[in-house]
């Protein structure tokens, strides 16, 4: 009932025959039973996944030319809160290479730091060893070569000799090889060490950069939801926009589930259904929104929680799957959808930052965003539900509580 129920209500706000088509079509699908015990699906080549990902995102990219076309759907604000968050997630992702480059920099200027010692240590200790040799070969050769040797009567004296000079000379010339090969290495040290530092120097000054466009561009994201808030208090629309948000979501949903049909899940691993309980919350915090209590004054209801967490916290995958939303909607800010197979999907909105893609294969427990408040939230917390078979289930029943640091 749900289900017919969002998708009469889309029908009503969408425009066209197309959509018409396209959501009863979605609708048929969706109503099939799903068998998790059916093995004889044939097994999808690389090419075939790789096909029905372009065409699911494919018909993402057509709702959302849908959404951005319907008379009324968004203000000249909201677009421009959706062009700020987005910034935001860029400049935060940059950061954050940045910061990992800076980390890895440092463990390289640490190493050759260390290098650049030992040779010069190893430097000092070969030079003072060239000056014994050359000393004792300066004292040694105050009498002429040739005459050492014929002044030596016993053949196995003289034999002994020739030993000691060539011992002598071989021991000097390799002592100068080893020298010069400290003084090359040395010397290449040294030039990774200055470079490293230059680049460095560059990195930090990029990272400063970035952090200044950072904070612009979330006073310009303030003022924004300020103008934005005051102008849905002057037209009432609180409720209206939250409700049309949720409208948004299910036409969204209607469209993955048809398009994940015949993507297979990930093998190898227990399914979504048979960890029930055992799950973990994808970030540690404390619910503040819960299951089925109410939004506001209204008669809307979450269908999913809202965690408590602090803005830039780790935000994990509860199973894995695919991805197969990663992107700014209304209403849920940069929005991570995940595919369990078997109908089942998990939704993580609000975020700061998107590290995965459509498309992408994520196992339990990978980060795959950072909490925020995107979405013209004015706390930072994460939104997290589940769906099966395109119907809202409680987190709650499915999930326990996650520890701050856990994997």
């Given at each position: ?66 959404i951005d076309a319907t008379k009324g759907t968004r203000s000249a604000l ?214 089925g209590s109410r939004r506001g004054d209204g008669k809307l209801k979450w ?46 909105g609000h975020n700061a930052a998107l590290y995965r893609e459509t498309g ?48």
């Open positions: 009932m749900h289900l017919v129920r969002s998708v009469k209500d889309a029908l009503h706000w969408a425009t066209g025959t197309m959509v018409l088509t396209t959501m009863l079509f979605s609708v048929l699908t969706l109503s099939l039973p799903v068998n998790a015990e059916d093995t004889s699906a044939p097994t999808k080549s690389p090419e075939e996944i790789k096909q029905a990902l372009e065409t699911l995102e494919s018909e993402i990219l057509k709702f959302k030319r849908m909201e677009t421009e809160l959706e062009k700020n968050e987005k910034a935001i997630n860029h400049t935060i992702k940059k950061i954050d290479v940045l910061e990992k480059e800076l980390k890895v920099g440092r463990r390289k200027i640490n190493q050759y730091s260390t290098q650049q010692k030992d040779l010069t240590v190893q430097r000092v200790e070969q030079q003072s060893q060239l000056k014994s040799q050359l000393r004792a070969s300066y004292q040694l050769g105050q009498q002429p070569y040739l005459k050492v040797l014929l002044n030596q009567e016993d053949p196995n004296k003289l034999s002994r000799m020739l030993n000691y000079y060539a011992y002598m000379s071989e021991a000097r010339s390799e002592r100068i090889q080893d020298y010069n090969q400290t003084l090359d290495k040395l010397a290449s040290v040294t030039e990774k060490l200055e470079r490293q530092s230059a680049n460095m120097a560059l990195s930090r000054q990029s990272l400063t950069n970035q952090r200044s466009r950072l904070e612009a561009e979330q006073q310009g994201r303030q003022t924004t939801i300020k103008s934005l808030n005051l102008e849905l208090s002057r037209n009432g629309r609180q409720l209206q926009n939250k409700i049309d948000d949720q409208k948004r979501l299910e036409q969204l949903l209607t469209r993955i589930a048809a398009g994940t049909v015949n993507l297979p899940a990930q093998i190898d691993s227990a399914a979504f259904a048979s960890r029930r309980g055992n799950l973990l919350m994808p970030v540690a915090g404390k619910i503040k929104n819960r299951y269908d999913g929680v809202m965690i408590a967490a602090k803005s830039g916290d780790p935000v994990h995958a509860v199973h894995h799957g695919r991805v197969v939303f990663s992107d700014w909607l209304r209403g849920f800010g940069l929005l991570v959808i995940i595919s369990h197979g078997e109908g089942y999907m998990s939704l993580y992408d294969s994520v196992t339990a427990g990978e980060i795959i965003a950072t909490v925020g408040d995107t979405g013209g939230q004015l706390e930072s917390g994460l939104y997290f539900g589940i769906r099966n078979a395109g119907k809202a289930a409680n987190p709650q029943q499915w999930c326990k509580t996650r520890k701050r640091g856990a994997a």
